[in-house]
């Protein structure tokens, strides 16, 4: 007992002392193990990681939820038979993170490499933006000296993809599923939108999240042109809600077979409250802020005089730039305003065309409150289909991360519709869109002159009949076709005998195309992401290097 009392303080000072000294005695190697597993676990919970959680349920995946109407015919006899949406989706182990795959699929998406044909598509409003076809033949293997053009009586199936937010055809998720939707045997067009793909804009016209003439024009052109093609549409991201506003729209009146909507962000007014919530959400509502500013800066000209300039380089989130230039130019009263007339979810039971909806409930820039699960159940057209996990625009599968779940299952489900009885019964197209031309590489042809920054800006609105000749030669378009000026363009003859550049200089050339602030922004979220490792990493050398020291 005496031993017991004389060891117990007998004030609150001895106490503090003797836990300092033992505090003291802890090997320092202990507190760096420690302070590393504390991090690893912060940042584990706060970029949302789920391998722990695959791990312990035998890396078996997770369940894929379809919603829809129960006397649907398109689930019944389509979707049914779509062996993809019927599975479970297993992300890529070491991309077990919402926002690792966000990022991954940007940055390090490992597309696939081939070559657009462009197509220059002059609007009736006399606004132009480019329209990049990948055809069947282009990766079938076959033979393709005769086949620049498609034949007015051809009955391949063509389909239309939407980009996201300040994407073009270059972007990494939209080249897997063009090539891999090419693969399957269909033409594919890359409908990009204003001002993008290094096309300048001609007009006082910009896309916004509800622009759907674009879009319209662009359907009723190709249908008219190629009126025994069954068409499809795929949307991305902003380009699902323009697609499903469209839709929504125009009705029983559209003339396409079917569409998919991927990543929607649904209600753009619950979506902007979303994306400024929490902490890392902002990461994303900075960057997509800074992609805008760098957009409105290659058209200054216009969105000075449109716009409030000012405003738009101090503007700080995705609100503000809709506050100083979307709401400016689209003549929209306030930014709600804008965000309830535009959102998509609001035109969702008007759709009348087989639809297919794939989000992931972890997206982290389009929340899952904004999907509208009643809509999309109570419409018979509409097929919902969310995975608990895949960010937004990723959905990575594969020890290996070379495929992206939701290209494969949009195109299993495309096939399927094809195949069935179930398409939407075509219109023919009642106005005729003047002023498009063939397909052509018209980049570097006349009347248009290559300028700085990635650019083309028109000489003149009339064209010539040497250049109506120039334009009925289809030239490929390399895969970068984004280009400065005094720089040779992708395309150029000399391109096309070197053999293609190598993995560093294509990474190093779409990293180029966005503005500094974006790179150090996005650099930062990746060091961030990957810290976890280096932080076991770091606590692992310490333990052995303290190990091996002498005592």
């Given at each position: 007992?005496?031993?017991?009392s004389?060891?117990?303080?007998d004030t609150?000072?001895?106490a503090?002392k003797?836990?300092?000294r033992?505090?003291?005695?802890?090997?320092?190697?202990?507190?760096?193990?420690?302070l590393?597993?504390?991090?690893?676990?912060l940042?584990?919970?706060?970029?949302?990681?789920?391998?722990?959680?695959d791990?312990?349920t035998?890396?078996r995946?997770?369940?894929?939820?379809?919603t829809?109407?129960?006397?649907?015919?398109i689930?019944?006899?389509?979707v049914?038979?779509c062996?993809?949406?019927?599975?479970?989706?297993?992300?890529?182990?070491?991309?077990?993170s919402?926002?690792?795959?966000?990022?991954f699929?940007n940055?390090f998406?490992r597309?696939?490499?081939?070559?657009?044909?462009?197509?220059?598509?002059?609007a009736?409003?006399?606004?132009?933006?480019?329209?990049?076809?990948?055809?069947?033949?282009?990766v079938?293997?076959?033979?393709?000296q005769n086949?620049?053009t498609?034949?007015k009586?051809?009955?391949t199936?063509i389909?239309i993809?939407?980009?996201?937010?300040t994407?073009?055809?270059a972007?990494?998720?939209l080249?897997h599923?063009?090539?891999?939707?090419?693969k399957?045997?269909?033409?594919?067009?890359?409908?990009?939108?204003?001002?993008?793909?290094?096309?300048?804009?001609?007009?006082?016209?910009?896309?916004?999240?509800g622009w759907?003439?674009?879009?319209?024009?662009?359907?009723?052109?190709?249908?008219?042109?190629?009126?025994?093609?069954?068409l499809f549409?795929?949307g991305t991201?902003i380009?699902a809600?323009i697609?499903?506003?469209?839709?929504?729209?125009d009705?029983?009146h559209?003339?396409?077979?079917?569409?998919a909507?991927?990543?929607?962000p649904?209600?753009?007014?619950?979506g902007?409250?979303?994306?400024?919530?929490?902490l890392?959400?902002?990461?994303y509502?900075?960057?997509?802020?800074?992609?805008?500013?760098?957009?409105?800066?290659?058209?200054?000209?216009?969105?000075?005089?449109?716009?409030?300039?000012?405003?738009?380089k101090?503007?700080?989130?995705i609100?503000?730039f809709?506050t100083h230039a979307?709401c400016?130019v689209?003549?929209?009263?306030?930014?709600?305003?804008?965000?309830?007339?535009?959102?998509?979810?609001?035109?969702i039971?008007?759709?009348?065309?087989?639809?297919?909806?794939?989000s992931?409930?972890?997206?982290p820039v389009?929340t899952?409150?904004?999907?509208p699960?009643?809509e999309c159940?109570?419409?018979?057209?509409?097929?919902l289909?969310?995975t608990?996990?895949?960010?937004?625009?990723?959905?990575?599968?594969?020890?290996?991360?070379?495929?992206?779940?939701?290209?494969?299952?949009?195109?299993?489900y495309?096939g399927?519709?094809?195949?069935?009885?179930?398409?939407?019964?075509?219109?023919?197209?009642?106005?005729?869109?003047?002023?498009?031309?063939?397909l052509?590489?018209s980049?570097?042809?006349?009347?248009y002159?290559?300028?700085?920054?990635?650019?083309?800006?028109?000489?003149?609105n009339?064209?010539?009949?040497?250049n109506?000749d120039?334009n009925?030669?289809?030239?490929?378009?390399k895969?970068?076709?984004?280009?400065?000026?005094?720089r040779?363009p992708?395309f150029a003859p000399d391109?096309?005998?070197?053999g293609?550049?190598?993995?560093?200089e294509?990474?190093m050339?779409?990293l180029s195309?966005?503005?500094?602030?974006s790179i150090?922004?996005l650099a930062y979220?990746?060091?961030?992401s990957?810290?976890?490792?280096?932080?076991?990493?770091?606590?692992f050398?310490?333990?052995?290097?303290?190990?091996s020291?002498?005592?």
């Amino acid at each position: 007992m005496d031993c017991c009392s004389e060891a117990i303080p007998d004030t609150a000072a001895e106490a503090y002392k003797l836990l300092f000294r033992s505090a003291f005695a802890i090997p320092l190697s202990h507190y760096l193990v420690g302070l590393c597993f504390l991090l690893i676990v912060l940042l584990y919970n706060f970029l949302e990681f789920h391998f722990v959680k695959d791990l312990l349920t035998g890396f078996r995946g997770g369940s894929i939820y379809l919603t829809y109407n129960p006397s649907s015919e398109i689930y019944h006899g389509v979707v049914s038979k779509c062996r993809t949406l019927h599975g479970r989706y297993l992300v890529t182990p070491w991309l077990s993170s919402p926002h690792i795959q966000t990022s991954f699929v940007n940055f390090f998406g490992r597309p696939p490499l081939f070559t657009y044909r462009r197509q220059m598509f002059h609007a009736s409003d006399g606004g132009m933006f480019a329209l990049d076809w990948l055809m069947h033949s282009d990766v079938s293997g076959a033979d393709i000296q005769n086949n620049h053009t498609i034949a007015k009586d051809d009955t391949t199936p063509i389909v239309i993809m939407i980009p996201g937010l300040t994407s073009d055809s270059a972007s990494p998720y939209l080249k897997h599923l063009v090539f891999n939707t090419a693969k399957s045997g269909w033409n594919v067009v890359v409908s990009n939108h204003r001002g993008l793909g290094g096309v300048s804009v001609t007009s006082d016209c910009f896309y916004n999240a509800g622009w759907t003439e674009d879009v319209r024009e662009v359907i009723n052109y190709l249908h008219q042109e190629y009126s025994q093609a069954p068409l499809f549409v795929v949307g991305t991201s902003i380009g699902a809600n323009i697609l499903v506003k469209y839709l929504g729209e125009d009705g029983e009146h559209v003339p396409i077979a079917g569409a998919a909507a991927v990543c929607s962000p649904w209600d753009l007014l619950i979506g902007s409250r979303f994306i400024s919530r929490r902490l890392i959400q902002t990461f994303y509502d900075r960057a997509l802020t800074i992609g805008l500013q760098g957009y409105a800066q290659l058209h200054e000209t216009r969105y000075s005089r449109l716009a409030n300039w000012d405003g738009i380089k101090k503007s700080r989130s995705i609100r503000d730039f809709d506050t100083h230039a979307t709401c400016l130019v689209g003549n929209y009263e306030t930014v709600d305003t804008y965000y309830r007339r535009c959102s998509s979810s609001s035109f969702i039971g008007k759709v009348k065309v087989p639809l297919l909806c794939i989000s992931a409930l972890d997206d982290p820039v389009c929340t899952v409150e904004a999907i509208p699960w009643d809509e999309c159940r109570a419409n018979k057209n509409v097929v919902l289909v969310t995975t608990q996990h895949g960010g937004h625009l990723a959905f990575f599968e594969g020890i290996s991360g070379s495929r992206l779940w939701w290209v494969g299952a949009v195109n299993e489900y495309l096939g399927a519709l094809l195949s069935s009885s179930l398409m939407h019964t075509q219109k023919k197209a009642e106005n005729i869109v003047p002023n498009s031309s063939p397909l052509q590489s018209s980049i570097d042809q006349g009347p248009y002159l290559n300028v700085a920054d990635g650019m083309v800006a028109p000489m003149g609105n009339e064209v010539s009949e040497e250049n109506k000749d120039q334009n009925n030669q289809a030239v490929s378009v390399k895969e970068n076709h984004v280009f400065s000026g005094g720089r040779k363009p992708d395309f150029a003859p000399d391109a096309e005998n070197s053999g293609g550049s190598s993995i560093v200089e294509k990474c190093m050339h779409q990293l180029s195309r966005q503005t500094n602030k974006s790179i150090w922004l996005l650099a930062y979220i990746a060091v961030i992401s990957s810290w976890p490792i280096v932080g076991a990493a770091l606590g692992f050398l310490f333990k052995r290097k303290f190990r091996s020291a002498p005592k």
